[in-house]
Structure formats: structure tokens, C-alpha cells
């Protein structure tokens, strides 16, 4: 069994920036691919970026070049940093993992992240 727990969201200004985490418990931490994803009011789940567990990133076009996922495998934990965000990234983002890119487990809660212009 994993748990995620997100945490690091908040309110923040257009081109401002956060980091968000995500702590994760469970043995299968260091050979799963951890992703985030976001969901805005209305709309669908959104894929955001994914880690493997050898550290390869890949992002959605939507935050490419403003966003960086990283993994401490000795902590357990993934972080998202955000930069440069815009009002169109408000949203409640989700961690998730599973044992392939694109096959996801496990969910966190979500933690909301408020972008004001």
C-alpha cells in the first residue's frame, strides 16, 4: 500500500512561484514513476509531469519551461517547482505513482494552488 501526501499549495500572484511536495510512504517509492497532475474547476484532470525512477522528466506543453519535477528518493518525497505561474495554473494538484508511466495506483488528496492576476 502507498500513501501520498501532497502539501506546498497556496495562494500566490501571476509570476510568482511555489514548491509543492509530495512525501510518500510505502516500499516502492524508489523504483515507481511519480507524477502530478492538476484539475481545474469544470475541467478534466490534467496530466502536468512524471519522473521515472531513474529521474527522466517529461512535461505537459501547457508548463514546459516553467516547471521542474524532482524526486529525493532517500526522503521519499517529489517536488514540483512552479515558476512564472499564470492564472491558467490555479488548480488542485494531485501526486500520483504506479509502477509505469501512464498507470497510476495511487492518489493523493490534492493541494489547491490559487494563481491571481
Known amino acids: 500500500q502507498v500513501q501520498l501526501v501532497e502539501s506546498g499549495g497556496g495562494l500566490v500572484q501571476a509570476g510568482g512561484s511555489l514548491r509543492l511536495s509530495c512525501a510518500a510512504s510505502g516500499n516502492r517509492f524508489s523504483v515507481y514513476v511519480m507524477a502530478w497532475y492538476r484539475q481545474a474547476p469544470g475541467k478534466q484532470r490534467e496530466f502536468i509531469a512524471s519522473?521515472?525512477?531513474?529521474?527522466?522528466?517529461n512535461y505537459a506543453d501547457s508548463v514546459k519551461g516553467r516547471f521542474s519535477m524532482s524526486r529525493d528518493n532517500t526522503k521519499m518525497t517529489v517536488y514540483l517547482q512552479m515558476n512564472s505561474l499564470k492564472p491558467e495554473d490555479t488548480a488542485v494538484y494531485y501526486c500520483?505513482?504506479?509502477?509505469?508511466?501512464?498507470?497510476?495506483?495511487?492518489w493523493g488528496q490534492g493541494t489547491q494552488v490559487t494563481v491571481t492576476s
Open positions: 519522473i521515472s525512477s531513474g529521474g527522466s522528466t
Open positions: 500520483a505513482t504506479g509502477p509505469y508511466v501512464g498507470t497510476y495506483n495511487y
